[in-house]
């Protein structure tokens, strides 16, 4: 072969090689835009999301508290107690449970921005403002 010829041939080879490195490219892309398409249909949340969010939580019953006390002079043990469970707004209810020697009560409550239409109790009282403010019942 002569250096034409040789050159050619080199030429050729080059050019099959490079013909096979953009089928490559062109394949690894597709793979590529798949999975961005993917990853788009998962996308982070958006500033609409977060306030849909914000406002389910708000709606939330997070906020709660038990108040532990004994109902009965001769009772021990502070079996009986009230439980506060109220959403951001204080929006919820509270619960108490009287534990007396041969019989339990438990009665419930619904609370409305924080107050009831219901007489609460010193110990129902005490949960809610628990549970309002975070801070721990007794």
Known sequence: MSDPQTLAVAA??????????????????????GQLRLLEGQRPVGAGDLAALRADIAQALRHVAVVRYDAFGDMGGRLSFSAAVVDDRGDGLVFSSIHARGESRTYAKGIVGGGSDATLTP????????????????
Do not use: I, K, W, Y
């Open 12 to 33: 050729l080879a080059v050019a099959g090689l490079a013909l096979l490195v953009a089928l490559l490219v062109v394949v690894v892309l597709t793979r590529v835009r």
């Open 123 to 138: 110990e129902e009282q005490q949960a809610l403002a628990a549970a309002r403010t975070g801070s721990q019942g007794a």
